[in-house]
């Protein structure tokens, strides 16, 4: 994969590439969360998280997606459609022919369900958004008039679906805030037929060998790349992984992110 060799070839070139994940976040470190796990506390947020409370800077409030769905136009989804991430997500799931699949779809963490509405057109299938907030939901439904489009309120870590009932499940900029990794990978696992997607998982981008998540606490925290694909690898087979060409930044961290997307197969 010609984006993968390109950015781990600029980490070798980077003499900090080889320190150890404790030095990488030393400057932001407050406190160790498990003196017997990888994951690390760093820097507070001065906002909340959208996508694990019931307001907050990321997508904005309960009233925000209400305005923003009302009268959704073709306007509106133009403007969705041409962000950065959702091109680059979008030509992987068109060249890994995952818009021709069998199986329904779900959609978990899907906030503003664009994505949702969006999957649904592409595939034809029936396409479940999920999300913690009950709020979000009930305007989402509220607004919705596609015939192959529902959304429902749950948990990425206890998804009330039953084993092997999705053949995509897609999950895009979500796990980066919540703490149990292995927990919501095992739920995803098991409700998967085929095929899963996380996007937007996001990296320090000079040293995109580790993880930036976020929780609904304000808390940053960091664990390595390697790690995850690990387990990953335990459940799955890898069928493309790439990095976006977005740069940003989380609150009160100088290191600027970027956000990597991984397509994968149910072993």
């Known amino acids: ?23 990488i976040i030393s400057p932001y470190k407050t406190y160790i969360l498990n003196t017997n796990s990888p994951i ?25 997606f209400d305005s923003l769905l009302t009268d959704y136009n073709e306007e509106k989804k133009a403007r969705f459609l041409s962000r950065p991430a959702v091109v680059e997500i979008s030509e992987m799931l068109s060249r890994n022919n995952i ?12 906030l503003s369900g664009e994505w949702t509405r969006y999957l649904a057109e592409m595939t034809g299938r029936n396409c479940t958004g999920i999300d913690v907030n009950p709020e979000i939901v009930e305007v ?18 206890n998804l009330p679906f039953r084993d092997a ?4 499940v897609f999950v895009s900029g979500v796990l980066q805030y919540v703490p149990d990794f292995e927990g919501a990978i095992s739920e995803l696992y098991r409700v998967s037929s085929e095929f899963v997607f996380i996007g937007r998982l996001s990296l320090f981008r ?15 925290w960091a ?25 940003w930044y989380v609150d009160n961290i100088s290191e600027p992110v970027i956000n990597s997307h ?6």
């Open 140 to 157: 989402l439904n509220k607004h919705n008039n596609i015939h192959n489009v529902n959304y429902i309120s749950g948990d990425v870590e």
């Open 40 to 64: 690390y506390f760093m820097n507070s947020l001065p906002k909340k998280v959208g996508v694990l409370l019931k307001e907050g800077n990321v997508g904005g409030s309960v009233d925000y």
């Open 165 to 168: 009932s999705v053949g995509l």
């Open 1 to 23: 994969m010609k984006i993968m060799r390109k950015i781990f070839n600029f980490t070798e070139r980077n003499k900090s590439v080889n320190r150890d994940i404790d030095d």
């Open 262 to 267: 991984f397509l994968l197969r149910r072993k």
């Open 206 to 220: 000079h040293h995109p060998e580790v993880i930036v998540y976020q929780d609904g606490k304000h808390k940053v």
């Open 223 to 247: 664990r390595r790349l390697r790690e995850v694909r690990s387990y990953l690898l335990e459940k799955f087979d890898i069928i493309e992984e790439s990095y976006s060409s977005e740069v």
């Open 99 to 110: 818009f021709g699949m069998s199986g329904d779809i779900l959609d978990v963490g899907c």
